[in-house]
């Protein structure tokens, strides 16, 4: 049984969406296997928060969840008394009949029960064997990794019943959408066709990567010095690593854009945008201390003049 989705985020059902978010991006951050290789542990927290995360994002899933509609999983729950109340239905024929719910007694008509039965299961049934109707569709969950959505793939899904599905993951899907497979779903009753298999995609998070439409949403940080002199910088995208020029006298907050390094959209790729963020050595030496105490001597500057306090 999985973990309870709250609990594996470390929250609790009071939790808001954005706090839900900031969770799963916190454990993804400290978790991953990527950054825990040979660590079982961290590869269980992450997966757990990755199952609770699919879960909770979609608010009516969480609706459906906290109402005990839906288990952790995502599957149904059979309302209670559901198997009770069926069971005494009167048009239910095992309701029926002798003590203990037989319907195979003295009154019973074949003919009748094949009958009905056909009704229900939507015509043309008889006694010797179903018309020709189509196959039922059948729904699925895909959870898809964040860059194997930005830029396509192909992956299989095993069937509960057995055996496997292969996907075709488009380039630039998004969470949430509906991939429809012709033919794919169970199959029909005499000549008829099969239906259709619909396959709803969960596209799980990046830690470094975040997707705003068609484009792609990174931050990326960068030295004093980088700043101050500017330079060429690697940063990656969803298609691999490529320098930016970062300008001179860059400030944190600014925002580089790297034109078509976004997603696939209906009318083309998006772009990448990167936030710089300027980040401080590890360790003031005496050297830098004295420099910069020498450098703010001279060069007095105010970046807040002219802005009302918060």
Known sequence: MPKDPYAALGL????????IKK?????????????????????????DAGRAYDLLKDPDQRRRFD??????????KAPRGYYRDEARRPEN??????????????????????????????GGFNRSGFGDRPGEDTQYRLSVPFLDAATGTKTRITLPEGGTLEVAIP???RDGQILRLRGKGAPGFGAGRRGDAFITLD?????????????????LPITIDEAILGGKVPVRTVSGTVNVSVPAGASSGQVLRLKGRGVKGRTGKGDQRVILRIVSPPRIDAALKQFMEGWRADHPYDPRAGKEPV
């Open 203 to 219: 596209v799980t998070p990046h830690p470094d990567f975040e997707r705003d439409g068609d484009d792609i949403v990174v931050t």
């Open 171 to 173: 380039e630039g899907a």
């Open 67 to 76: 109402a005990g509609e839906i288990d952790a999983s995502g599957a149904e």
């Open 93 to 122: 024929p095992y309701a029926q009949g002798r003590a203990g719910g037989n319907p195979f007694n003295d009154a019973f008509d074949p003919d009748d029960f094949f009958a009905s039965f056909g009704r229900n299961r939507g």
């Open 23 to 47: 969770a799963y991006r916190r454990i993804a951050r400290t978790d991953h296997p990527d950054l825990n290789p040979d660590d079982p542990l961290s590869e269980a927290r992450f997966k």
């Open 12 to 19: 609790t059902k009071t939790a808001s969406a954005d706090e």
